[in-house]
């Protein structure tokens, strides 16, 4: 129990949004609500998840769980992104570029949080589209895990990594 306590602290739990939902019933209204939540170990690895409940803190609580189990490893190049992707979900599209270092994490809020979440210090990005939080959400993490290390695409290319990174960064 005290394992899973001390992995949980090094843990980064961000709600990106609450939303309260309203049912008419015979007495009235019953309030229910979901949590957008994004969890990193700011080592490289995140995920999120949508936790809902009658009560606020029982809503979060569940979106931590479900992305702690959804997180999966992202490819970090330094402080930021190996090289520039669009992620696209929906009507939302997010583009994302490498920065150097210094220049900080540029970006809406809930890009923000998934990159403070995953241990991304220095990264432009802009939504284009829908400004809908899940679904920027979806399309950030749909492009972060679909980049892959410049070690792994030299070999499958067959060509040294150094002329890749060259050929990447001009």
């Known amino acids: 129990?005290?394992?899973?306590?001390?992995?949980?602290?090094?843990?980064?739990?961000?709600?990106?949004?609450?939303?309260?939902?309203?049912?008419?019933?015979?007495?009235?209204?019953?309030?229910?609500?979901?949590?957008?939540?994004?969890?990193?170990?700011?080592?490289?690895?995140?995920?999120?998840?949508?936790?809902?409940?009658?009560?606020?803190?029982?809503?979060i609580r569940k979106g931590i769980e479900g992305a702690t189990k959804a997180m999966k490893p992202v490819v970090i190049e330094g402080r930021t992104i190996p090289y520039q992707t669009i992620g696209r979900f929906g009507a939302s599209r997010v583009v994302m570029k490498p920065c150097e270092p210094g220049r900080g994490i540029i970006a809406s809020g809930p890009v923000r949080a998934i990159m403070e979440a995953l241990g991304i210090h220095d990264i432009?990005?802009?939504?284009?589209?829908?400004?809908?939080?899940?679904?920027?959400?979806?399309?950030?993490?749909?492009?972060?895990?679909?980049?892959?290390?410049?070690?792994?695409?030299?070999?499958r290319r067959g060509v040294p990594v150094e002329r890749l990174r060259g050929a990447m960064a001009g």
């Open 124 to 155: 432009s990005a802009k939504n284009l589209g829908s400004n809908n939080p899940h679904n920027v959400v979806k399309a950030t993490l749909f492009a972060l895990y679909q980049l892959k290390s410049f070690e792994e695409i030299a070999e």
């Open 1 to 59: 129990m005290s394992e899973s306590a001390g992995e949980k602290s090094d843990l980064i739990e961000k709600v990106i949004r609450i939303n309260r939902v309203a049912k008419v019933v015979k007495g009235g209204r019953r309030f229910s609500f979901s949590a957008l939540v994004v969890v990193g170990d700011a080592k490289g690895r995140v995920g999120c998840s949508l936790g809902k409940a009658n009560e606020v803190t029982e809503a």
